[in-house]
């Protein structure tokens, strides 16, 4: 297997699906410089936990300027920092205190809301990071923001492969309705799907099974030495045959 390369947005506390596909590559690209409606249900700043026994939306409100609908990622200012940091630590307490692992995990958690930057992607970005060191996992990470690529959709993903020399993309599941897959042939690249079948754990603090839900879910539960054990036993990687 070639140089393996995935992309995906700094999302706000991901889901247990973002790790499993920053364990599978070589090289994880942060896609940070790519422009959003932070007045929109976007993931960069909004995610599912569980909250009185069933699903709820942890959301990080950001600043709307007025005079700009569209704004990069990576300028994206979180809108009262202290104000959301009361609020999000004190439901993440209420509800995951008794966890099994909450002592392990909450000190990563409460560095986001520390963390000196008012960008909501440096403080996704460093919470990504760290969560995956403590995992063992040793991919590389890359900022778009910080490379010289072009383009857009198809043509973004495949230009920032090719600056890092990757020979194979890593995509998700779901990406086959927006992207051309024939391009990457044309290219010489790759293309596999990640095919992540969401793993049951046990969660203590709901009478049903809830996934989809931020990897706070899992750590909560297991650890990160369990949360890794979780995902290396998920899933496979499947290559899409193209002519």
């Avoid at 709307?64 to 609908?69: F, G, R, V, Y």
């Avoid at 839900?213 to 499947?238: C, E, V």
């Amino acid at each position: 297997m070639g140089k393996a390369i995935a992309i995906h947005q700094p999302n706000f506390f991901p889901w247990i699906g973002y790790f499993y596909k920053v364990m599978r590559c070589d090289e994880f690209v942060l896609l940070d410089h790519v422009v959003m409606n932070p007045r929109t249900s976007i993931y960069p700043k909004r995610v599912r936990v569980i909250s009185n026994r069933n699903e709820y939306w942890l959301t990080v409100p950001l600043k709307n300027k007025k005079d700009e609908i569209f704004t990069p990622i990576c300028k994206m200012e979180i809108n009262d920092p202290a104000r959301v940091a009361k609020k999000h630590l004190k439901t993440i307490e209420l509800n995951y205190k008794n966890a099994p692992f909450y002592n392990e995990v909450i000190p990563v958690i409460k560095k986001f809301y520390e963390h000196h930057s008012i960008f909501i992607s440096e403080r996704n970005i460093r919470f990504i990071k760290e969560v995956s060191e403590r995992m063992g996992i040793k991919t590389r990470f890359v900022k778009s923001s910080e490379m010289n690529c072009t383009g857009k959709a198809t043509e973004l993903l495949i230009d920032i492969v090719r600056l890092l020399a990757g020979s194979v993309y890593l995509s998700g599941d779901g990406a086959g309705g927006y992207q051309s897959n024939n391009l990457y042939v044309k290219n010489q690249i790759e293309l596999r799907f990640v095919n992540f079948q969401h793993p049951v754990y046990r969660q203590f603090n709901t009478d049903i099974f809830l996934s989809g839900l931020s990897i706070i879910d899992p750590l909560m539960n297991l650890g990160f030495a369990g949360t890794k054990k979780l995902l290396l036993s998920s899933s496979q990687i499947k290559q899409l045959q193209l002519s």
